[in-house]
C-alpha cells in the first residue's frame, strides 16, 4: 500500500512541475480586451446609423412606451400670457386692526397658516392702547358718573315713596335721568376695558399670518388673509390690445391638469405698459396653487389654424434644439420627426408641419427613447 502511495505522490508532483514549465498563452494583436465589459448583444435597444432607434418589444413593455395615432383638427390659434394668482374678492378677505393697540389670542389661540375657518370665527383680539392721563381722565369721568348714577338712584326710590304726593312727570324725569347715567358708565366703562375681536370675513383657509401674542400693531395694519382655494382668480398681462377683443377661451396648466379658466374682463388703464385680463378660476385642482404665484395662461382666440394635436409629453429637443417627436415606423422602429408647432394649451401644442394623419408617435416613455444611443 506504501509504494502506491508513493507512486501517486510522484505523478501529482510531475504535473505540478510541467505546469509551471508550460509556455503563458497571449492574445495576438488587436484581440487584447483587458478589463473591458463583454459586448452588447446585438437585439438590445440601440441608435442606428441613419438615426432612428431599434426598441425591441421587450424593452418597450420595460420603459412604458406608449403610442397615439394622430389625426387633423382645426385648432384653435393660442397665445401664451404671463399671469399670477390674485384674490377672487368674493371668496376671500384681508383682516386689519381698526385701531393701534396689542394683539390677544382668542379663546383657541391664533389660527396658523393653512388652518380652515368660517366666517365669524374670532382670530384675535386687538387691545386698545392709550396714554397714562387718557386713561385717568376717564377713570375720573367714571368715577362721577357712578356716583350721580348712585345720587339718582336714592333720589328715584324717594320719589317712588310719595308717590301719592309727588307729580308723576317729577319721577318720570328722575327715572329718564338715572337709565341716561348707567348707559353713560357702561360707555365709558367699555371704553376702558373693551377690546376690538378680529373676526374671519369670508370661510376658507388662512393665507398668511401676521399676528403674534403681545404684539402691538397700528391701525389698518394687515395680520391676516382669508382665502377659499377652490375659487380663485387669474390674472394675466397682454400687451397686444387686439387680444382682448379676440379671447374665445382659455386653459391653465397644473402638471398633467388642465383647468378651464373663464374670461371676467379686462382693465382699460395700462399697467406697466400692459393690459391686465382677469379670469375666473374654480376647482380642487386650484389647491395646488397660492395668492401671487407666476403662472402661464393660454388663450384660445377666435381664429382656427390647421393642425394636428400632439401632447406636451411627446415634444422633445434634439441636438440642433429643433421640436422632433418620435415615430414609430415599425413594430420596433422608432424615427425622429422635425416638428413645426404653436401653442395650443398647457398640455398639448399644435403641429403645423412635419407630421401627418396616420402617424403613429409616441407620448410616454418619448424622453427615455431619446437618450437612447
Not at 389661540?109 to 384675535?124: N, T
Request: charged content about 20%.
Amino acid at each position: 500500500m506504501k509504494p502506491r502511495f508513493l507512486m501517486l505522490a510522484a505523478c501529482q508532483m510531475l504535473s505540478a512541475v510541467v505546469l509551471m514549465l508550460a509556455p503563458t498563452a497571449w492574445a495576438g494583436d488587436g484581440h487584447d480586451h483587458g478589463d473591458a465589459p463583454p459586448a452588447a448583444s446585438g437585439d438590445g435597444p440601440k441608435r442606428l446609423p441613419d438615426g432612428s432607434v431599434f426598441l425591441p418589444k421587450p424593452a418597450q413593455r420595460q420603459i412604458g412606451v406608449r403610442t397615439l395615432v394622430l389625426t387633423d383638427a382645426e385648432l384653435p390659434r393660442s397665445l401664451e400670457l404671463a399671469g399670477k394668482v390674485v384674490m377672487d374678492p368674493n371668496a376671500g378677505g384681508k383682516v386689519q386692526a381698526l385701531m393701534a393697540g396689542r394683539l390677544e389670542a382668542g379663546a383657541r389661540g391664533f389660527p396658523s397658516v393653512g388652518q380652515v375657518v368660517k366666517k365669524g370665527d374670532v382670530l384675535a383680539y386687538v387691545v386698545p392702547s392709550s396714554g397714562a392721563i387718557e386713561r385717568s381722565n376717564q377713570a375720573s369721568v367714571l368715577a362721577e358718573l357712578r356716583a350721580a348714577r348712585a345720587q339718582a338712584e336714592k333720589r328715584v326710590t324717594r320719589l317712588q315713596e310719595l308717590s301719592d304726593t309727588v307729580p308723576r312727570k317729577d319721577i318720570e324725569a328722575a327715572q329718564s335721568e338715572l337709565s341716561s347715567l348707567t348707559e353713560r358708565v357702561v360707555a365709558v366703562g367699555g371704553g376702558l376695558n373693551n377690546r376690538d375681536a378680529l373676526v374671519a370675513p369670508v370661510s376658507g383657509v388662512i393665507a398668511s399670518s401676521n399676528a403674534v401674542a403681545g404684539q402691538v400693531v397700528d391701525a389698518r395694519e394687515l395680520l391676516f388673509e382669508v382665502v377659499d382655494p377652490t375659487r380663485l382668480r387669474i390674472e394675466a398681462l397682454a400687451y397686444d390690445a387686439a387680444v382682448v377683443s379676440d379671447v374665445a377661451g382659455a386653459t391653465l396648466a397644473l402638471g398633467a391638469d388642465t383647468v378651464a379658466l373663464r374670461f371676467i374682463g379686462a382693465a382699460r388703464s395700462l399697467r406697466e405698459q400692459a393690459l391686465p385680463m382677469l379670469f375666473q378660476a374654480e376647482g380642487q385642482a386650484l389647491s395646488k396653487l397660492a395668492v401671487g404665484q407666476p403662472v402661464n395662461v393660454y388663450v384660445q382666440t377666435a381664429t382656427r389654424v390647421k393642425g394636428i394635436r400632439v401632447p406636451a409629453q411627446a415634444l422633445l429637443k434634439n441636438p440642433a434644439n429643433q421640436a422632433v417627436v418620435w415615430v414609430k415606423t415599425a413594430p420596433e422602429r422608432f424615427e425622429p420627426r422635425t416638428i413645426t408647432v404653436e401653442v395650443l394649451d398647457g398640455s398639448s401644442f399644435a403641429v403645423t408641419s412635419g407630421l401627418r394623419a396616420g402617424d403613429r408617435i409616441a407620448t410616454q416613455g418619448a424622453s427615455l427613447i431619446n437618450q437612447i444611443r
